[in-house]
């Protein structure tokens, strides 16, 4: 089976930018005792103020590629695994 890669790299955040992200918003959430992920931040259990490894997240489209969304790091946001997949394409 072919597959046109090249839509997957206009789609895919690098790994510079998740880290970049990932530090930002992970200091960001130390300083206010929350989630970075800004998902689970907003809940009301116990993932309120879990502290998720890189590992653990996923990079995200803050407005979705399929709806304009840009690959960028303005367009970043990193989301806890459960969270990515819940969000889907909104």
């Given at each position: 089976m072919w597959?046109?890669?090249?839509?997957?790299?206009?789609?895919?955040?690098?790994?510079?930018?998740?880290?970049?992200?990932?530090?930002?918003?992970?200091?960001?959430?130390?300083?206010?005792?929350?989630?970075?992920c800004p998902l689970c931040a907003l809940g009301h259990d116990a993932n309120k103020s879990k502290l998720w490894k890189l590992i653990e997240m996923d990079a995200d489209h803050v407005t979705?590629?399929?709806?304009?969304?840009?690959?960028?790091?303005?367009?970043?946001?990193?989301?806890?695994k459960t969270h990515n997949r819940a969000k889907g394409n909104r």
């Open positions: 597959a046109d890669t090249k839509l997957l790299d206009v789609r895919v955040f690098d790994d510079a930018t998740k880290k970049s992200v990932y530090a930002t918003q992970t200091a960001k959430a130390e300083k206010k005792g929350e989630s970075n979705a590629w399929s709806k304009g969304g840009e690959t960028n790091i303005k367009n970043c946001q990193m989301l806890c």
